[in-house]
């Protein structure tokens, strides 16, 4: 009977962990915009670009934050909670030197290996 209860247990938490994992993982946002609000500029973020060889956005620091910045702007379209003291020296000099993104794919590439 233990065992049972058991089995029924670990099987009912499993679901529960796939569950979480494909259907309410994916919903979250990756990354909070700099005021803790969805960003202003996001409907920017998610156009495409004409070109696949303009550069369309820069990973840096900010606040000594992992950053996405336009192209072309000064201020972040939004920080992530990545603290770049946490990354391997090779990720900071990258990102201190910026990172060229050419398309809202590369960035998403880019902010995975960055903020996992």
Do not use: H
Request: aromatic share 8%; proline share 4%; with cysteine.
């Amino acid at each position: 009977m233990e065992l049972k209860k058991l089995m029924l247990f670990t099987g009912t938490f499993l679901i529960l962990c796939l569950f979480i994992t494909n259907v309410v993982l994916p919903t979250l946002p990756k990354a909070k915009a700099d005021n803790g609000e969805q960003s202003q500029n996001n409907s920017e973020f998610q156009q495409k670009q004409d070109s696949g060889t303009e550069i369309a956005y820069i990973l840096s620091v900010f606040d000594g934050r992992v950053a996405v910045f336009k192209a072309d702007g000064q201020q972040p379209l939004f920080t992530t909670d990545t603290r770049v003291s946490d990354l391997p020296p090779s990720d900071k000099a990258s990102l201190e030197k910026g990172i060229e993104v050419r398309d809202r794919e590369e960035l998403n590439q880019f902010l995975e290996d960055f903020c996992s």
